[in-house]
């Protein structure tokens, strides 16, 4: 009779560890992926530096998109005034990792010909912490000798 109050209490012991796990773990919410996080509209000011001169560029709209958990596309928005103006550039298949509301953006190398039929290249990178995303890219457009190097800061909407 020992013996099987001893399996019982073994048994039971197992079962009450069994349900204790089940039910912490229900209480966590679940963990959402790193591109899904950032993912979102931002509307900000950007500040670009051509050969060590300052511009900014004020209340631009960037768009990130999840492509998978850990990719998304950003889509830079045209910027400037006529005839300096740059088009919208989309930089594809951004790399994204992190937990916990502190992500990265890998420097992705992008290149292409804007709607004005101008090639570009450059890379971009950044990150998202605290609803805040900072992205900074750097941009050969055209017939341009010198790169833009820009970096965009705003909170996600």
């Known amino acids: 009779m020992k013996k099987i109050t001893s399996i019982l209490t073994t048994v039971m012991l197992f079962f009450g560890m069994a349900f204790t796990t089940t039910s ?64 919208a550039i989309t930089v594809a298949k951004v790399p994204v990792a992190g937990a916990d509301g502190a992500y990265t953006l890998a420097v992705t190398n992008f290149d292409g010909t804007a709607s004005t039929g101008r090639a570009y290249s450059g890379h971009l990178g950044g990150g998202f912490a605290n609803n805040t995303l900072t992205i900074q890219f750097e941009l050969h457009y055209g017939a341009m000798p010198m790169a833009m190097i820009c970096t965009f800061v705003a909170e996600k909407k």
Do not use: H, R, W
Not at 41 to 69: H, I, P, R
């Open 24 to 87: 912490c773990s229900e209480n966590e919410p679940p963990a959402v992926p790193a591109a899904k996080s950032v993912a979102g509209t931002y509307t900000g000011d950007m500040t670009c530096s051509v050969m060590g001169t300052d511009q900014v560029f004020e209340n631009l709209t960037f768009k990130v998109t999840s492509v998978d958990d850990a990719t998304v596309t950003v889509e830079i928005p045209f910027f400037g005034e006529a005839p300096m103006q740059m088009p």
